[in-house]
């Protein structure tokens, strides 16, 4: 039966993007636009199906994160936007009576705590978010990726965004202040850019600089 429906939907497309394709200049895009969304809709069943496979419950109970036991409550419904579109995620909730918080372990595995965006959707917001306003960012994710985001969804995701990374650095800033984390040491210059920096060099500062890059490299 799923494969009936596949290839109905297959042949819907090719008719409609068939249709496109006479309408003058703009037919061929138009062909690309209805192909790309009707691929992409079957496509965004898959993630579901994937997730459906382990829905989270880890137990009657698991640690709340703050000293405490949270106790299972029920499944519940979650609504995540990817780069597929629009999946639902059915995920085991557990509730702390001692902090009368809830939350779903399997949320935080799946890098969506607190956030109704993928991982994947949420590095292509902010391409686009760093881009310009976030009026066009929500634009040019609906023109290049079929997704469709609102200006405060896109504005929201992409300072959540900023703001985690923000957090990442202090984290390791302070790591690296204690020694408890050794940084990684910087890239080597490249060899063609090594050449143009010594040329440059030679040219209009009299070699100075180049020939100290030669004595540090050894050569």
Same mark, same amino acid.
């Given at each position: ?28 895009? #138009? ?5 790309? !969304?009707? @691929? $992409?809709?079957?496509? /965004? *069943? &898959? ?83 760093? #881009? ?5 960012? !929500?634009? @040019? $994710?609906?023109?290049? /990726? *079929? &997704? ?72």
């Amino acid at each position: 039966m799923l494969a009936g429906e596949r290839a109905g939907e297959i042949t819907r497309l090719a008719a409609e993007a068939a249709r496109s394709l006479g309408c003058g200049d703009a037919g061929l895009q #138009a062909a690309e636009t209805v192909i790309r !969304a009707g @691929m $992409l809709r079957p496509g /965004a *069943g &898959v993630p579901g199906e994937l997730l459906s496979a382990d829905r989270g419950h880890r137990g009657p109970a698991v640690a709340c994160g703050n000293g405490h036991h949270a106790v299972f409550v029920s499944y519940r419904d979650k609504v995540i936007d990817t780069v597929l579109g629009p999946v639902t995620l059915n995920r085991a909730w557990y509730r702390c009576p001692a902090c009368k918080h809830g939350f779903a372990p399997r949320d935080a595995e799946l890098g969506v705590a607190g956030t109704s965006l993928s991982p994947g959707l949420t590095a292509m917001n902010g391409k686009a978010a760093a #881009a310009g306003p976030f009026a066009g960012a !929500a634009s @040019m $994710l609906e023109d290049l /990726a *079929g &997704v469709r985001l609102t200006v405060k969804h896109t504005e929201r995701a992409a300072e959540a965004s900023g703001a985690a990374h923000a957090t990442q650095i202090r984290e390791h800033s302070a790591l690296i202040a204690a020694r408890k984390l050794v940084p990684m040491p910087p890239r080597p210059v490249p060899d063609m850019l090594y050449s143009v920096m010594i040329a440059r060099d030679e040219q209009h500062c009299g070699g100075a600089a180049a020939r100290w890059l030669r004595a540090v490299d050894g050569c």
